[in-house]
């Protein structure tokens, strides 16, 4: 009787095995299956993805405001009226960011969403400034910067020398 019950059971294992592997794929040799996959020469069509609206929209905003071109704020000239003459302009991508180099010193522009608030409570050292009637803070963190409240949840900041980055401001906030 209790060698009955063990061949019975021994069964059943190796049945409820058999199930779980035919369950998973895992057919052998010469088994054949309905996978695309595993198939060679099989006749599954590969579609090529598509953007929604036709256009990739990673760089459209959602709120559907046209993205700010920081170096069009501060034209050269100006700049070179701060810095000194060959002041170099380019862009980085990351911000979109507008940076300034000329007679060793380099100045960062961007406009981004973001808190005047939550800016100011994450610097070491907070200074207000009054750019042409409005108010503005000198940061001073791991670098200094000027911020300013552009309005619509953006925010202008211009990293570099304080002084400096007053002038820029002024000059920005005058174009945005």
Known sequence: ??????????????????IAVSACGGGGAGTSTNDAVSESGSEAEIVEGAFWGGHDTDEVSVTGKKPVKPCSLVPKGKAEAILGADVQVSERLQGPTCVYLGSGREIDLVVEQNSVASRKSEADRVEPVGIDGRQAYCLTSRSTSVLASVGGGLVLQVTGPCQAGVRFASLALESL
């Not at 009787?1 to 058999?18: G, H, K, S």
């Open 1 to 18: 009787m209790i060698r009955l019950r063990n061949i019975t059971r021994l069964a059943l294992m190796a049945l409820v095995a058999a």
